[in-house]
């Protein structure tokens, strides 16, 4: 009796579609994912939000350049830092998109991959964990709350210090 149910559910299995992580990777940008509310997102975190608006919800690269804006926009909104008009954010998404597009032309033809082509590879994937900056030009000018400056200026460095935290009442 075992027997038969081992091999009814072995072909069950097989039947499924099973998706493991190396098959969702993103080349050079890793698994999708949503973007953190504690800190202003990556240029690497966008990335992986865009794909997985492509990916999840099957729209075109317009539309999921646009909801990805809607939530970097929010998270840039709970951090009290004014930001550039929608469409500049949209339009930003939709570069970092086209940038690795044209990086990953590149993979797919190995007889031309040279160590250049391999270098500016490296160098765009440690760009990748840079801030996605969408503050306003003047934003250190506007924001009258210094923790708020302190905040944007830190998410600028390398290592990216602080968090967000709850709203500020006054």
């Known amino acids: 009796m075992s ?12 039947n499924s ?9 993103i080349w050079l940008v890793g698994q999708t994912s949503s973007i953190s509310q504690a800190k202003l997102p990556t240029k690497q975190e966008v990335l992986r939000l865009f794909f997985h608006y492509k990916s ?8 999921c350049c646009h909801f990805t804006a809607d939530d970097v926009l929010s998270v840039w909104e709970k951090a009290g830092i004014p930001t550039q008009l929608k469409k500049h954010v949209v339009g930003k ?9 044209k990086l990953k032309k590149n993979k797919e033809n190995k007889a031309k991959r040279s160590e250049g082509i391999k270098q500016k590879e490296e160098e765009w994937q440690m760009k990748l964990k840079n801030l996605f900056d969408i503050a306003h030009a003047d934003a250190l000018n506007m924001i009258r709350i210094q923790e708020d400056k302190d905040f944007l200026i830190a998410q600028r460095e390398k290592d990216r210090r602080g968090q967000i935290g709850n709203l500020d009442r006054s």
């Open 56 to 63: 999840d919800s099957k729209q075109n690269i317009k539309k």
């Open 93 to 101: 998404v939709e570069n970092l998109f086209r940038d690795w597009q």
């Open 17 to 25: 579609a099973v998706t493991t992580r190396r098959k969702t990777d």
């Open 3 to 14: 027997c038969i149910m081992a091999s009814s559910l072995s072909a069950s299995c097989s």
